[in-house]
């Protein structure tokens, strides 16, 4: 553990745990921001600019989550942005994980902390032009209608902060929908919608089998999507990650159980079969999991405990679409 690593876990302990699941209820709709960003942070650079953007937050697993859209529009371009808060009910603290449309995968780790007074603190330690940094975001100034982001960074170990981004954000009634992206990939479409999901689940050593819904939406103008299921003791969120640069998805899980960001499969569609790969310990031993989606309405999971040679089925979902609404 490193001086700053000791840094950050004292200023988290620091806070009480008065901290529950509504913290974050201030921020749920639909508002505008007024943002300044420093040009160049920890340079000495004095030099702001400004831009003027959209945020659209919404509750997800009953309110354990939020999943908020940005979209920011700036001097050096147009920045759609990704903020995913999880409430932990066992050590009652938010984590907070970010994407970048531009990346499309869930950058570092994520940004801990919680309220105390009306005030949101949350630190993670970062690398910033090859050294690691400290980085500090706040919740501030919170009313019925508007509150204020703030984010600082610390090269010394968190005896100073600079701040280089200030965003006032206002509420509004209602924005405008995103536009379509026309550059995005479209490999997931066929799963965007409502759904009756069939579940098949190998558990305790049998087969299980639970009815239950799934409920899929698009983010960044179609660029990515999250699905939300819940079907009997299986419930959670999807977030579906695309990187236009190396042309892969990234797939990552929540389980509502556990509240916590799971290690993500990467892959991609080829001859009408999308698949998708990571490595990560289970039972105690590091497993080969493959996530497989076939259009338009299967998808399995399957593990490997021989590098990859064969595989065992432990999922199995199938996806019917739910009558249409009136």
Excluded at 43 to 50: V, Y
Excluded at 127 to 148: A, C, N, Q, T
Excluded at 238 to 253: C, D, K
Excluded at 270 to 288: L, S
């Amino acid at each position: 553990m490193t001086l700053r690593n000791l840094t950050v876990l004292v200023a988290l302990a620091a806070l009480p745990a008065s901290a529950n699941e509504h913290d974050f209820d201030f921020a749920a709709g639909s508002f505008r921001s007024q943002v300044r960003r420093l040009q160049k942070p920890l340079t000495g650079s004095t030099t702001w600019f400004e831009a003027k953007g959209e945020v659209r937050t919404r509750k997800v697993l009953n309110g354990l989550a939020e999943v908020e859209q940005v979209e920011l529009d700036q001097p050096t371009g147009h920045l759609q942005a990704f903020n995913l808060r999880l409430w932990n009910p066992e050590t009652r603290q938010w984590s907070i994980h970010f994407a970048n449309a531009r990346v499309g995968t869930i950058n570092g780790p994520p940004s801990v902390g919680e309220f105390r007074d009306g005030r949101g603190e949350f630190y993670d330690q970062e690398e910033w032009d090859g050294r690691m940094i400290l980085v500090r975001h706040v919740f501030s100034e919170i009313k019925p209608d508007s509150y204020r982001f703030e984010q600082a960074f610390s090269a010394d170990g968190g005896k100073t902060w600079e701040a280089n981004w200030i965003a006032d954000c206002r509420r509004v009634d209602s924005l405008p929908a995103v536009p379509e992206a026309q550059d995005r990939n479209r490999d997931f479409d066929f799963n965007l919608g409502k759904w009756h999901a069939r579940v098949s689940r190998f558990t305790g050593g049998k087969w299980a089998d639970f009815d239950g819904t799934a409920e899929v939406t698009s983010l960044w103008g179609g660029r990515a999507n999250i699905a939300e299921l819940r079907a009997g003791p299986l419930e959670g969120l999807s977030v579906r990650l695309y990187n236009p640069q190396a042309h892969t998805w990234s797939l990552y899980w929540v389980s509502a159980k556990g509240m916590t960001l799971e290690v993500a499969p990467v892959g991609s569609f080829a001859g009408g079969r999308g698949e998708f790969v990571d490595v990560e310990p289970i039972a105690g031993r590091m497993t080969f999991v493959r996530e497989s989606f076939v259009p338009p309405s299967k998808f399995e999971a399957a593990y490997s405990f021989d590098g990859g040679r064969t595989w065992e089925p432990r999922m199995r979902i199938t996806f019917e679409p739910l009558p249409r609404e009136g």
